[in-house]
């Protein structure tokens, strides 16, 4: 079984660019979720993405998008990095559970440090 | 809004001593609750899941435990050792519109001492 993996693991960024950070979901994995943990604090729910579409979503403004690909991977694109966009930014993947059913453990990948200066 | 608290915010034990941090959360309608162990730089590990209908989950020297009507969980861990160091966080898999919208406390940074 393979685990959630990310890339790259570390990101150096000016203002006003762009980033593109990749997740490949564990084995058997049909949902995507990302989080955005800045230092010292506990990680922020982006987005999540199920059957290649975007399934709810945090307090982010829209320069924060992402995409599902067919296999489960996804990508989070930042568009305009600003300085509070600095954070590690992690991956979950999971079983997205069915109707009335209960929520599913989710496995979080090792991350992307993003640093934008 | 859901708002999840972790106390204490660190802590300092020697080895062997047992230990319990502490969790809670306002909003008793969830889903599940996880708990992660966080390295420094590193991702999250997955430690324990309970799910609304259990009380606790156990593994290993840990165990974890979960009240809903008070919006409370602690996490057991016994016999600590120097390994055990790392950041601790729980997070509540909240029953919204996304039902895989975890809400995360900000950690109990644990430290043992040889």
């Not at chain 2, 989950?57 to 050792?81: C, F, H």
Request: glycine letters at 10%.
């Amino acid at each position: 079984e393979t685990g959630v993996t990310q890339s790259p693991t570390h990101l150096i960024k000016t203002r006003g660019q762009q980033v593109t950070l990749r997740c490949s979901s564990q084995s058997g994995h049909n949902t995507v979720s990302w989080y955005q943990q800045a230092l010292g604090q506990g990680p922020q729910f982006i987005f999540q993405y199920y059957r290649e579409e975007e399934n709810g979503r945090g307090n982010f403004p829209p320069r924060f998008s992402g995409l599902q690909f067919p296999n489960y991977s996804s990508e989070l694109n930042v568009n305009a990095l600003e300085l509070d966009d600095s954070a590690l930014y992690l991956c979950a993947s999971s079983l997205f559970p069915g109707l009335g059913t209960l929520g599913n453990e989710q496995f979080f990948g090792p991350g992307t440090r993003l640093t934008v200066l | 809004k859901q708002e999840v608290t972790q106390i204490p915010a660190a802590l300092s034990v020697p080895e062997g001593e047992n230990l319990v941090l502490n969790c809670s959360f306002t909003d008793s309608a969830i889903y599940n609750l996880q708990w992660f162990r966080q390295d420094p730089g590193k991702g999250l590990t997955s430690l324990l899941l309970i799910q609304s209908s259990q009380r606790e989950q156990t593994s290993g020297r840990l165990n974890a435990s979960l009240d809903k009507s008070s919006g409370r969980s602690t996490l057991y861990i016994a016999a600590s050792q120097p390994g055990d160091s790392a950041t601790y966080l729980c997070a509540v898999g909240h029953r919204g519109m996304n039902n895989n919208d975890m809400r995360f406390g900000a950690g109990t940074r644990l430290t043992v001492k040889p």
